[in-house]
Protein backbone atom coordinates (compact mmCIF):
# COMPACT_ATOMS: atom_id res chain seq x y z
CA UNK A 1 0.00 0.00 0.00
CA UNK A 2 1.15 3.61 -0.86
CA UNK A 3 2.55 5.50 2.13
CA UNK A 4 0.83 8.57 3.30
CA UNK A 5 1.92 11.66 4.94
CA UNK A 6 0.08 14.17 7.04
CA UNK A 7 0.79 16.65 9.01
CA UNK A 8 1.27 16.22 12.56
CA UNK A 9 -1.34 18.96 13.82
CA UNK A 10 -3.76 21.96 12.85
CA UNK A 11 -5.88 24.64 14.49
CA UNK A 12 -9.14 25.86 12.86
CA UNK A 13 -11.67 27.96 14.46
CA UNK A 14 -15.14 27.21 15.17
CA UNK A 15 -17.76 27.75 11.58
CA UNK A 16 -14.98 27.86 9.70
CA UNK A 17 -13.95 25.16 6.81
CA UNK A 18 -10.65 22.68 8.21
CA UNK A 19 -9.06 21.59 5.41
CA UNK A 20 -6.58 18.60 5.56
CA UNK A 21 -3.88 17.73 3.53
CA UNK A 22 -2.48 14.57 2.66
CA UNK A 23 0.38 13.30 0.13
CA UNK A 24 0.15 9.78 -1.45
CA UNK A 25 2.99 10.44 -4.61
CA UNK A 26 3.22 6.78 -4.60
CA UNK A 27 -0.23 5.78 -4.96
CA UNK A 28 -1.29 3.02 -7.68
CA UNK A 29 -3.87 3.40 -10.16
CA UNK A 30 -6.00 0.60 -8.20
CA UNK A 31 -5.60 2.24 -4.67
CA UNK A 32 -8.51 4.17 -2.92
CA UNK A 33 -8.02 6.81 -0.99
CA UNK A 34 -9.60 6.83 2.53
CA UNK A 35 -9.92 8.99 5.89
CA UNK A 36 -11.16 8.09 9.02
CA UNK A 37 -11.43 10.19 12.23
CA UNK A 38 -11.29 9.11 16.45
CA UNK A 39 -12.17 11.20 18.86
CA UNK A 40 -10.43 10.69 22.16
CA UNK A 41 -10.77 7.58 23.99
CA UNK A 42 -13.25 6.16 21.05
CA UNK A 43 -12.85 4.22 18.30
CA UNK A 44 -11.77 5.94 14.39
CA UNK A 45 -14.68 6.63 12.74
CA UNK A 46 -15.04 6.14 8.57
CA UNK A 47 -15.46 9.94 6.65
CA UNK A 48 -15.70 9.18 3.01
CA UNK A 49 -13.38 7.31 0.40
CA UNK A 50 -12.13 7.83 -3.13
CA UNK A 51 -10.64 6.68 -6.16
CA UNK A 52 -10.57 9.34 -8.80
CA UNK A 53 -13.41 11.63 -8.40
CA UNK A 54 -13.69 14.27 -5.53
CA UNK A 55 -16.82 12.72 -2.89
CA UNK A 56 -19.19 14.37 -1.00
CA UNK A 57 -21.37 13.12 1.94
CA UNK A 58 -23.16 14.81 4.82
CA UNK A 59 -19.43 14.72 7.07
CA UNK A 60 -17.23 16.21 4.47
CA UNK A 61 -16.08 16.59 1.24
CA UNK A 62 -13.00 14.71 -0.28
CA UNK A 63 -10.73 16.53 -3.36
CA UNK A 64 -8.49 14.09 -4.59
CA UNK A 65 -5.68 16.12 -7.27
CA UNK A 66 -5.94 14.86 -11.08
CA UNK A 67 -2.15 13.21 -10.92
CA UNK A 68 -3.72 11.53 -7.33
CA UNK A 69 -0.54 12.30 -5.81
CA UNK A 70 -2.46 14.34 -3.01
CA UNK A 71 -6.07 15.18 -1.70
CA UNK A 72 -7.79 17.45 0.92
CA UNK A 73 -10.62 16.77 3.36
CA UNK A 74 -12.30 19.88 3.51
CA UNK A 75 -15.10 19.91 7.10
CA UNK A 76 -16.93 22.84 5.61
CA UNK A 77 -17.93 24.39 8.69
CA UNK A 78 -16.08 22.96 11.77
CA UNK A 79 -17.57 21.98 15.11
CA UNK A 80 -15.86 22.06 18.77
CA UNK A 81 -16.93 18.33 17.78
CA UNK A 82 -14.96 17.91 15.07
CA UNK A 83 -11.66 17.72 17.37
CA UNK A 84 -9.90 14.42 16.42
CA UNK A 85 -7.39 12.90 14.64
CA UNK A 86 -7.85 12.36 11.75
CA UNK A 87 -6.59 9.71 9.19
CA UNK A 88 -5.59 9.15 5.35
CA UNK A 89 -5.13 6.05 4.40
CA UNK A 90 -4.39 4.68 1.18
CA UNK A 91 -5.59 0.94 0.45
CA UNK A 92 -6.08 -0.88 -3.10
CA UNK A 93 -9.09 -2.67 -3.24
CA UNK A 94 -9.66 -5.99 -1.17
CA UNK A 95 -10.00 -7.98 -4.61
CA UNK A 96 -11.94 -11.25 -3.49
CA UNK A 97 -10.57 -11.27 0.08
CA UNK A 98 -14.13 -9.62 1.07
CA UNK A 99 -12.16 -7.80 4.70
CA UNK A 100 -10.70 -5.09 5.09
CA UNK A 101 -6.83 -4.82 6.49
CA UNK A 102 -6.39 -1.07 6.74
CA UNK A 103 -3.31 0.30 7.99
CA UNK A 104 -3.69 3.65 10.34
CA UNK A 105 -0.75 5.75 10.95
CA UNK A 106 -0.20 8.94 13.12
CA UNK A 107 -2.98 11.01 11.49
CA UNK A 108 -3.55 14.84 11.87
CA UNK A 109 -5.07 16.03 15.12
CA UNK A 110 -7.34 18.57 13.80
CA UNK A 111 -8.00 21.19 17.07
CA UNK A 112 -10.99 23.12 16.91
CA UNK A 113 -11.12 26.49 18.94
CA UNK A 114 -13.98 29.26 19.79
CA UNK B 1 -23.57 4.64 18.28
CA UNK B 2 -22.02 2.54 15.43
CA UNK B 3 -23.77 -0.10 16.02
CA UNK B 4 -20.52 -2.51 17.49
CA UNK B 5 -20.54 -2.80 21.35
CA UNK B 6 -17.90 -3.53 23.46
CA UNK B 7 -18.06 -4.55 26.77
CA UNK B 8 -16.15 -4.05 29.55
CA UNK B 9 -15.65 -0.18 28.91
CA UNK B 10 -12.85 -0.18 31.41
CA UNK B 11 -11.00 -3.06 32.94
CA UNK B 12 -8.09 -3.43 35.36
CA UNK B 13 -6.71 -6.88 35.79
CA UNK B 14 -3.37 -7.77 37.20
CA UNK B 15 -0.68 -10.57 35.29
CA UNK B 16 -2.14 -13.71 36.93
CA UNK B 17 -5.95 -12.40 35.92
CA UNK B 18 -7.86 -14.39 33.02
CA UNK B 19 -10.81 -12.26 31.48
CA UNK B 20 -12.34 -11.55 28.18
CA UNK B 21 -13.29 -8.47 25.96
CA UNK B 22 -16.47 -8.74 24.28
CA UNK B 23 -18.31 -7.45 21.60
CA UNK B 24 -21.01 -7.15 19.70
CA UNK B 25 -22.20 -6.21 16.33
CA UNK B 26 -26.08 -5.67 14.87
CA UNK B 27 -24.79 -4.40 11.59
CA UNK B 28 -25.28 -7.46 9.70
CA UNK B 29 -21.13 -7.43 9.03
CA UNK B 30 -19.36 -10.67 8.49
CA UNK B 31 -16.18 -9.84 9.29
CA UNK B 32 -14.79 -9.01 12.25
CA UNK B 33 -11.37 -7.04 13.67
CA UNK B 34 -9.46 -6.85 17.25
CA UNK B 35 -7.13 -3.74 17.16
CA UNK B 36 -4.86 -2.39 19.73
CA UNK B 37 -3.99 1.34 20.63
CA UNK B 38 -1.27 1.55 22.83
CA UNK B 39 -0.64 5.40 24.24
CA UNK B 40 0.64 8.06 21.70
CA UNK B 41 1.25 4.90 18.90
CA UNK B 42 -0.96 4.12 15.85
CA UNK B 43 -3.57 1.28 15.76
CA UNK B 44 -2.31 -1.84 15.19
CA UNK B 45 -4.35 -4.74 13.37
CA UNK B 46 -4.05 -7.96 15.52
CA UNK B 47 -6.83 -10.28 14.44
CA UNK B 48 -9.16 -10.78 11.65
CA UNK B 49 -12.09 -12.84 11.71
CA UNK B 50 -14.38 -13.23 8.36
CA UNK B 51 -16.92 -15.52 7.95
CA UNK B 52 -16.42 -16.67 11.45
CA UNK B 53 -12.97 -18.39 10.18
CA UNK B 54 -9.99 -16.56 11.27
CA UNK B 55 -7.60 -14.99 8.24
CA UNK B 56 -5.43 -12.50 10.03
CA UNK B 57 -3.01 -13.02 12.74
CA UNK B 58 -0.52 -10.24 12.93
CA UNK B 59 2.10 -12.41 15.31
CA UNK B 60 0.02 -11.64 18.16
CA UNK B 61 1.31 -13.28 21.63
CA UNK B 62 -0.59 -16.70 22.40
CA UNK B 63 -1.39 -14.91 25.77
CA UNK B 64 -4.28 -13.12 23.51
CA UNK B 65 -6.74 -15.81 22.20
CA UNK B 66 -9.61 -14.93 19.94
CA UNK B 67 -12.77 -16.99 19.65
CA UNK B 68 -16.15 -15.86 17.42
CA UNK B 69 -18.55 -18.19 17.53
CA UNK B 70 -20.84 -16.41 15.08
CA UNK B 71 -20.64 -13.20 13.05
CA UNK B 72 -22.41 -11.28 15.33
CA UNK B 73 -19.99 -11.90 18.31
CA UNK B 74 -15.98 -11.51 18.74
CA UNK B 75 -14.15 -12.68 21.98
CA UNK B 76 -10.25 -11.92 23.50
CA UNK B 77 -9.91 -14.05 25.99
CA UNK B 78 -6.72 -12.45 27.95
CA UNK B 79 -4.39 -14.64 30.22
CA UNK B 80 -0.77 -13.96 31.40
CA UNK B 81 -0.96 -10.24 30.62
CA UNK B 82 2.21 -7.95 31.06
CA UNK B 83 2.13 -4.43 31.65
CA UNK B 84 2.68 -3.38 28.43
CA UNK B 85 0.05 -5.22 27.11
CA UNK B 86 -1.91 -1.84 28.95
CA UNK B 87 -3.83 -0.48 25.62
CA UNK B 88 -7.05 0.63 24.34
CA UNK B 89 -8.45 -2.15 22.57
CA UNK B 90 -10.83 -2.08 19.88
CA UNK B 91 -13.34 -3.96 17.91
CA UNK B 92 -14.30 -3.44 14.04
CA UNK B 93 -17.01 -5.42 11.69
CA UNK B 94 -17.14 -4.69 8.34
CA UNK B 95 -19.63 -5.58 5.72
CA UNK B 96 -18.18 -7.62 2.50
CA UNK B 97 -15.92 -5.50 1.01
CA UNK B 98 -16.86 -5.81 -2.56
CA UNK B 99 -20.24 -4.65 -2.02
CA UNK B 100 -19.09 -1.36 0.53
CA UNK B 101 -15.72 -0.74 0.21
CA UNK B 102 -13.30 -1.14 3.24
CA UNK B 103 -15.77 0.91 5.52
CA UNK B 104 -14.53 -0.09 9.31
CA UNK B 105 -17.37 0.30 12.34
CA UNK B 106 -15.67 0.59 15.35
CA UNK B 107 -17.02 -0.09 18.63
CA UNK B 108 -15.88 2.57 21.28
CA UNK B 109 -12.99 -0.02 22.88
CA UNK B 110 -12.17 -1.33 26.14
CA UNK B 111 -9.31 0.31 27.73
CA UNK B 112 -7.41 -2.16 30.12
CA UNK B 113 -4.97 -1.46 32.49
CA UNK B 114 -2.60 -4.66 33.94
CA UNK B 115 -0.93 -4.01 36.92
Known amino acids: DAKTTQPPSMDCAEGRAANLPCNHS???????VYWYRQIHSQGPQYIIH???NNETNEMASLIITEDRKSSTLILPHATLRDTAVYYC???????????????FGKGTMLLVSP | ETGVTQTPRHLVMGMTNKKSLKCEQH?????MYWYKQSAKKPLELMFV???????ENNSVPSRFSPECPNSSHLFLHLHTLQPEDSALYLC??????????????FGSGTQLSVL
Open chain 2, 92 to 105: ASSQEARRGGEKLF
Open chain 1, 26 to 32: TISGNEY
Open chain 1, 50 to 52: GLK
Open chain 1, 89 to 103: IVRAGVGNSGYSTLT
Open chain 2, 27 to 31: LGHNA
Open chain 2, 49 to 55: YSLEERV
